[in-house]
Nanobody, 126 residues
Framework: VQLVESGGGSVQTGGSLRLSCEVA????????MGWFRQAPGKEREGVAA????????FYADSVKGRFTISHDNAENTVSLQMVSLKPEDTAMYYC?????????????????????WGQGTQVTVS
């Protein structure tokens, strides 16, 4: 199981970026996939997640209406479209994969319990 993120970079406030997580070893749409971020000196936080099958999504309050998580089944990737970026969105962004229990724990309990993680991609908004 491998997750490889791409698409990070530096943008100005109000700009957009699209992060992509390439999945190898299983079918992404059959897993709970999530995007997380961690800024220096802060705890890792859940940004967005999509449940197995893609029927439900989760967004942190801070990104609702600005970020969209989606599957690209043809490419076996999960993307995070980010618009109206703010300086407070600056962080290392990580893709993660888990089962249905991972989605439940994140959404209902606020717990991050994903067994598979990528290496991260940096997003800087100035």
């Amino acid at each position: 199981v491998q997750l490889v993120e791409s698409g990070g970079g530096s943008v100005q406030t109000g700009g957009s970026l699209r992060l992509s997580c390439e999945v190898a070893g299983y079918t992404a749409s059959r897993k709970c996939m999530g995007w997380f971020r961690q800024a220096p000196g802060k705890e890792r936080e859940g940004v967005a997640a999509i449940d197995p099958g893609g029927n439900s999504t989760f967004y942190a309050d801070s990104v609702k209406g600005r970020f969209t998580i989606s599957h690209d089944n043809a490419e076996n990737t999960v993307s995070l479209q980010m618009v109206s970026l703010k300086p407070e969105d600056t962080a290392m962004y990580y893709c993660a994969a888990g089962g249905a229990e991972s989605f439940f724990k994140l959404v209902v309990l606020g717990e991050i319990d994903f067994p598979y993680w990528g290496q991260g991609t940096q997003v800087t908004v100035s």
